[in-house]
């Protein structure tokens, strides 16, 4: 009777140990912001975090979590979260995009004390540099003169 007895509530227990994480997971997500100035030629630092997310719209960060990720398509890197669930990815801006262009970022994050895993892919425009046209249209307009000149003196 008392080994029947014992036994049903290690079953009890052990169920309820498997199914309390399932049933406190709630919603992941993936957060994230950038750090630095998005201009051509400098480097940017792009932080994530996976939070789960309650019912209520508070969230907490899954300090465990793994990234990884890929940047414009390149060869993804792993990062693990740091003490405050925060990874960070340097990523440098390529110095010939003076006409703007975008940065997409492809995350997955897995959590293997929630049992999870969460992808996200993240686009970030970067503004054209107003400071490295100037140079380009004075030099554009110093040859594209002399042309203009040559040809109305051929023409006329």
């Not at 992941?28 to 939070?51: A, C, H, L, N, T």
């Not at 990815?89 to 940065?103: A, D």
Request: hydrophobic share 50%; net charge neutral; charged share 15%.
């Amino acid at each position: 009777m008392r080994v029947a007895c014992l036994a049903s509530i290690l079953l009890v227990i052990a169920l309820a140990i498997s199914v309390a994480p399932a049933a406190a997971q709630g919603r992941f997500e993936i957060k994230y912001r950038v750090v630095g100035d998005m201009r051509p030629g400098s480097e940017v630092i792009f932080q994530f975090m996976m939070v789960r997310v309650s019912s209520s719209g508070d969230f907490k960060p899954v300090m465990d979590a793994v990234f990884e990720a890929s940047v414009n398509g390149e060869k993804p890197i792993t990062v693990a979260a740091d003490e405050g669930g925060i990874a960070s990815i340097p990523v440098k801006i390529s110095p010939f995009s003076v006409l703007g262009s975008t940065i997409r970022v492809e995350v997955q994050a897995r959590s293997q004390l929630y049992g999870v895993e969460v992808s996200r892919t993240v686009t970030e425009a970067v503004p054209p540099d107003p400071i490295a046209l100037a140079p380009l249209l004075m030099a554009s307009i110093s040859i594209l003169a002399p042309i203009i000149l040559l040809v109305r003196r051929m023409g006329g």
